[in-house]
Nanobody, 115 residues
């Protein structure tokens, strides 16, 4: 069984920074990628950033240059460094872990950016 636990969310003023972490436990040796998604009220869940097992990264256009995803393989943790935050970044942020035949999600962490 795979478990994902996000942390690091909170309230920050526009222009500030937050660092989200997603810790994975269980049978995770053959995952393909880990991603961060977010979902704001009334909106669909959208991909924010992803990192493959090999270390390749991708970002949504809206966060390029502001967010950085990184992996800590020794601790089975993925981080999302979020800088220059904007009110429109306000959402619940979820991490997921993709295997060839399964996808697992964390419970989410709230990020609120005040104007």
């Amino acid at each position: 069984q795979v478990q994902l636990v996000e942390s690091g969310g909170g309230l920050v003023q526009a222009g500030g920074s937050l660092r989200l972490s997603c810790a994975a436990s269980g049978s995770i040796f053959f995952y393909n990628a880990m991603n961060w998604y977010r979902q704001a009220p009334g909106n669909q869940r959208e991909l924010v950033a992803g990192i493959t097992r090999g270390g390749s990264t991708n970002y949504a256009d809206s966060v390029k240059g502001r967010f950085t995803i990184s992996g800590d393989n020794a601790r089975n943790t993925v981080h999302l460094q979020m800088n220059s935050l904007k009110p429109e970044d306000t959402a619940v942020y979820y991490c997921n872990l993709i295997f060839p035949h399964d996808t697992y999600w964390g419970q989410g962490t709230q990020v609120t950016v005040s104007a």
